[in-house]
Structure formats: structure tokens, C-alpha cells
């Protein structure tokens, strides 16, 4: 019976722990790192100890995890020990003497050039998926942002519109859309009324994030690209091409809605205009 309340209060903090994650992917993702380490471990929150997060870590780094998972599983137990500690379940925080392991900086990898974003774009022939992946890009926004937005968050301007974004940690920013953007968003609608999603799956039905996660894909795959590219990487393209483009980084910073400025300037330090590399005499 004690086993059976320790689990359930477990399951009750988990939970809690979770419902402060802002996006529905951190939280899903967390949710199954979780459940990974309480089955290895097979014992109550309680009872961890220090030595329980060290094996755990040399577990993962056994394991056949990429460097970039392996943080994020680690991460998450740590996440969630710190939690469970700070609302006073936990008397010791286990996770907090274990470091996160560090992991190669591989963004230039996942930011796709311009020629090839006009190229997944041009061979994209179905129109909803072609003006879902010319969101992505033009605004930036996450995938849950652009497929959670419905047509009420979107509002006519001068030269275009706008479109309100709700995401991460419950922030709203307000990102312009350029005149052509805007007339095929307002084709796309036909009549659709105003607390309809932006995007409908074949069902009539809010097109998902793993949809939209397939469209991209395809495109990518159509237009000869890497495998790897998701709608993330349209946001990485935004950010390094307007930064290219004369975009100082406080715009891109508030476009975006990164939380510091240091995540922005990230995109500068990978594409540098600049390097000692050109001054050798040796080329």
C-alpha cells in the first residue's frame, strides 16, 4: 500500500513537472525521458541518490544515443529532481552535482542556404503546403506556433498583414507578412471562418505538428536535400538569412521571440563574414 502511494504521488509531481514545460513537444519529450530513467531506476523519487543519476548517466553514454539526445534525457532528470525538490517533495536535489555532457555546436549544419529554400518551395505543386512552409520561413515561428493559429490571429496591414504567434513560456509576439504572403494566405482561407485553424489536414481537421513535420520532409527529400531538415530548420534559415540581409540582431531577437539575445547572436558566430582564416599567406 505505501509502494502503491509513493507511485501515485510520483505520478502526481511528474505531472505537475510537466505542466510547467510551455510547449506541448518539451513536454511530450520530457514525458517519455521521465519514464525511461523511473523504469531503469525502479524505485520512488525519494529514495534517488546521487549515485542512482551518475549510473544513469554512464547508462546513456553506453547507449547507442546521439551526443544531442543524451543531454536532453539527462536534462530532463535533472529538470525534474530540481523541481521536485524546490516545491519541497524532495528533501535533496540528486541531480544537481551532475553535469550535462557537452555536445558539438552542429547549427551551420541545419541552416539551409536561400537557392535551396527557393528550391523546396518551387517544387512544392500543393498550394496549402507550399504557403505552410513560406510561413515557417517568412515569420520564423515554431511548428506549433504557425499549425496552432487560427485565421482571428491574423490581421491586414498596409503592404500585407500580420499574424499573431503564441508560444513558448506563453509569450505572443506579432510578426509582419509581406503583401504576396498575405494574398495567398487570404486565397488559402476560401471562407473559412475566423476561429479556423490556418491549416487543415485532408480531414478537415487542425493539420498536426508531425503533418507538418511530413510536408516538410517530402519537400526537402523533392527538392534533394538533406533527410534530416524539419520546420525547425525553416526558423534557422530566417534568422541567419535576415541577419545576412542587414537585420539588426535586436529585430531578429524580438521576431523570433528568443528569450537572449545570446541565442540569436549564436547564428553570427557560425556564419562569420569575418575570419582570421583569410589573412594566411598559405590559401
Not at 551551420?108 to 527557393?118: G, P, Q, V
Not at 517530402?218 to 534530416?228: E, I, Q, T, V
Request: net charge positive; aromatic share 6%; with cysteine.
Amino acid at each position: 500500500m505505501l509502494q502503491q502511494k509513493s507511485t501515485e504521488e510520483d505520478e502526481r509531481i511528474v505531472e505537475q513537472w510537466l505542466q510547467t514545460k510551455a510547449s506541448s513537444a518539451t513536454r511530450e519529450a520530457y514525458g517519455r525521458d521521465a519514464a525511461d530513467f523511473q523504469n531503469w531506476a525502479n524505485k520512488p523519487l525519494r529514495e534517488l541518490e546521487l549515485d542512482d543519476v551518475l549510473a544513469y548517466s554512464r547508462r546513456l553514454d553506453k547507449e547507442d544515443y546521439k551526443a544531442r539526445s543524451r543531454r536532453r534525457k539527462l536534462a530532463a532528470v535533472k529538470s525534474l529532481l530540481g523541481f521536485a525538490h524546490q516545491v519541497g517533495y524532495l528533501q535533496l536535489d540528486a541531480g544537481k552535482a551532475v553535469s550535462l555532457p557537452k555536445i558539438k555546436n552542429d547549427l551551420a549544419e541545419r541552416i539551409l542556404s536561400e537557392e535551396a529554400l527557393m528550391k523546396m518551395i518551387a517544387l512544392e505543386a500543393d498550394r496549402r503546403n507550399q504557403v505552410l512552409i513560406r510561413l515557417l520561413y517568412v515569420t520564423g515561428g515554431r511548428v506549433s506556433e504557425i499549425v496552432g493559429a487560427s485565421w482571428r490571429d491574423l490581421q491586414p496591414r498596409e503592404d500585407g498583414g500580420q499574424i499573431c504567434l503564441f508560444g513558448k513560456r506563453g509569450k505572443t509576439r506579432y510578426v509582419l507578412l509581406p503583401e504576396k504572403l498575405w494574398r495567398d494566405l487570404e486565397e488559402l482561407r476560401a471562407g473559412a471562418s475566423i476561429d479556423s485553424p490556418l491549416f487543415l489536414s485532408r480531414e478537415g481537421e487542425q493539420l498536426g505538428r508531425v503533418q507538418a513535420w511530413r510536408i516538410v520532409k517530402a519537400a526537402a527529400k523533392r527538392a534533394g536535400l538533406s533527410w534530416k531538415v524539419s520546420p525547425h530548420w525553416m526558423r534557422h534559415a530566417h534568422a541567419s538569412h535576415a541577419l545576412d540581409r542587414g537585420a539588426s540582431v535586436a529585430k531578429v531577437q524580438a521576431t523570433l521571440g528568443h528569450e537572449s539575445l545570446q541565442t540569436t547572436t549564436q547564428y553570427c558566430h557560425v556564419r562569420p563574414d569575418e575570419s582570421s582564416s583569410t589573412h594566411m599567406a598559405i590559401s
